[in-house]
């Protein structure tokens, strides 16, 4: 059975499901080559290429556009077209669900509890009285997830603007709030980034502190209404005009390419709603506990991409079993969905299928048709010494990652001993000059440079670590202004190729490390295909493309003028 199933909404997403193996993931945004682009239609006819028996339809709500004439969604409509006999399940108004199913099933664990933190999932009605149900969206919840027993919710928060009123039980917290993931919205919005931006926020964050001029941005658990102004379901908003010292008196935008103008408010109220935040999400994974018994734990939402966070749990709950789900935003819930339906329809099947790899991407066949561009062919030490000489090299090779980190298929590279290193590729990226770079590093090597806090592994980048006091000053270009990297490990069996040339690095550098970032620039997706790859290169002062599949190194001459005039200016 082909179960394909859909997330509409932004960062929108197909995944399919064969015979209850994950075939393939993507989010739209890599195919159409627009940023978090919602409506997945071109997702939905890469599945058509394996043929589908079910459509599953997530989202946050069940209400879709109707077609003229027939009346169907418009994505029950294309598949009809294709294949009338498709059936479709509609699960739109349980959101947090997909969170949670994606989240549990990909952990590995027979049993867990999983905790949600999510900006505005569905939107729900609450009954109060027989006269009054009280409108709110799903924010925060906690679900106890069993094989046997399914996925049950077991306590829920939802928010809503000021026509929600207050509801307070065991299970259920509503009111017009602000709520966790609200206010680092509301903090981005702030600071210019957009609300959708909240991981600029997370990297502005440790270049602030603690400011006494700054009020507390939550009251027992719940937004500072005297800070914050709720705006659901999208993005909310700080009420600068309270606080003479939040009042903005320019383009919030203006610091973000001069470190110069960057004022202590923003980086102080960066810092204040990633502690708290981070705080409160810590006290919701002991709620869980209590309420479900488990020490296996689970964490989704689009918050479970804070890799600050996930490595301040690592250090409050040491005995805790925690998984956060590598695509816990929600492009993610297309998965959840997919593996929820196979075994509500399959309950014989008990089979346990953690996530072994994000190289998840649909499986394609590149023309390497190069014209008269130049090329050469190479091995991993070549391409390890052109990165060891401070030059940037993109890599692209097979399927692409799933989620928003760059794990080594679609990654631009560089060398991060440069202590220019990080000045030097966010402008060729055109980023903000305060965002941090990560690392790839040989598996081997992971417990001998940093503060693992138990853990044994970091596949899937999901964590900002310390590094040991030792190694402190040796990777400067990937060194946060904190002193944390947010780091991949890397084995020989995950990706061969990608393993090889860090290896060589290691050999010639001494450092088992890479300087890694997502293969893409400023704005934009992903590169997704080949095309991309190369489009962007050009478009770009990267001078190398480097394609370990065919061991082929793509050169870029009318790029060097480029680098060597920015270099001169730096």
Not at 24 to 34: A, D, M, P, V
Not at 466 to 490: L, S
């Amino acid at each position: 059975m082909n179960i394909l199933a859909i997330n509409p909404g932004h960062n929108g997403s197909a995944a399919l499901l064969v015979d209850g193996e994950l075939k393939f993931y993507i989010e739209e945004e890599r195919l159409s080559r627009n940023k978090y682009d919602g409506n997945p239609f071109v997702g939905i006819l890469e599945g058509l290429k394996y043929g589908v028996d079910i459509l599953v339809l997530g989202g946050t709500s069940e209400q879709f556009p109707q077609l003229p004439w027939t009346g169907e969604d418009p994505y029950s409509g294309l598949l009809r077209k294709f294949n009338p006999n498709i059936q479709v399940i509609n699960v739109g108004t349980y959101h947090h669900l997909g969170h949670a199913a994606g989240a549990f099933y990909n952990s590995g664990f027979e049993k867990a509890a999983a905790v949600i933190v999510d900006g505005s999932g569905s939107r729900r009605e609450i009954e109060v009285n027989e006269n009054f149900k009280n409108p709110g969206f799903e924010t925060e919840s906690i679900f106890n997830c069993d094989y046997e027993e399914g996925i049950k919710p077991v306590f829920n928060t939802y928010g809503g603007n000021y026509d929600t009123q207050r509801v307070m039980s065991e299970d259920i917290e509503m009111d017009s709030a602000i709520t966790i993931v609200k206010a680092y919205e509301a903090v981005s919005e702030y600071l210019g980034f957009g609300y959708i931006e909240a991981g600029k926020t997370m990297g502005l964050a440790p270049y602030g502190k603690e400011n006494e001029f700054i009020p507390s941005l939550f009251y027992n658990g719940r937004g500072n209404k005297n800070v914050f102004i709720p705006n659901y379901p999208a993005g909310s908003f700080v009420d600068h005009s309270r606080h003479p010292l939040l009042e903005l008196k320019e383009d919030p935008k203006a610091w973000h390419s001069d470190h110069t103008k960057v004022t202590d408010a923003a980086k102080d109220l960066a810092w204040a709603v990633q502690d708290e935040t981070q705080t409160l999400v810590g006290d919701l994974i002991e709620k869980a506990v209590d309420k479900t018994g488990h020490s296996n734990i689970v964490i989704a939402g689009g918050y479970g991409l804070n890799c600050v966070a996930n490595y301040y749990y690592q250090e409050r709950f040491p005995d805790l079993n925690i998984f956060v789900d590598p695509i816990s935003h929600d492009g993610g819930t297309a998965i959840g969905l997919a593996k929820l339906i196979h075994y509500e329809q399959n309950k014989e099947d008990k089979t346990i299928r953690p996530m072994t790899t994000l190289y998840l991407g649909p499986e394609r066949k590149e023309d390497y048709d190069f014209g008269d561009i130049e090329t050469k062919s190479v091995k991993a030490a070549d391409v390890a010494k052109l990165i060891a000489d401070k030059n940037i090299v993109a890599l692209f090779q097979g399927r692409s990652e799933a989620g928003p980190r760059a794990l080594g298929n679609r990654s631009i590279l560089y060398d991060p001993t440069d202590p220019n290193g990080k000045d030097f590729v966010n402008t060729v990226k055109g980023r903000e000059w305060f965002r941090p770079f990560a690392g790839s590093m040989l598996q081997e090597n992971f417990e001998e440079w940093f503060e693992t806090r138990g853990l044994k592994e970091s596949p899937y980048m999901m964590y900002a670590m310390d590094f040991k006091t030792d190694k402190h000053g040796e990777v400067p270009a990937i060194t946060h202004v904190d002193g944390t990297c947010r780091i991949q490990t890397v084995t020989k069996e995950q990706n061969p190729n990608y393993y090889s040339l860090i290896k060589e690095f290691d050999k010639i550098t001494g450092v088992p490390i890479l300087f890694n970032t997502s293969f893409n620039l400023a704005g934009q997706p992903l590169v997704e295909t080949l095309e991309d790859a190369m489009m962007t290169v050009k478009n770009s002062d990267i001078n190398y493309l480097y394609l370990p599949d065919i061991g082929k190194l793509v050169h870029y001459p009318y790029n060097d003028s480029l680098v060597e005039d920015m270099e001169e200016a730096a």
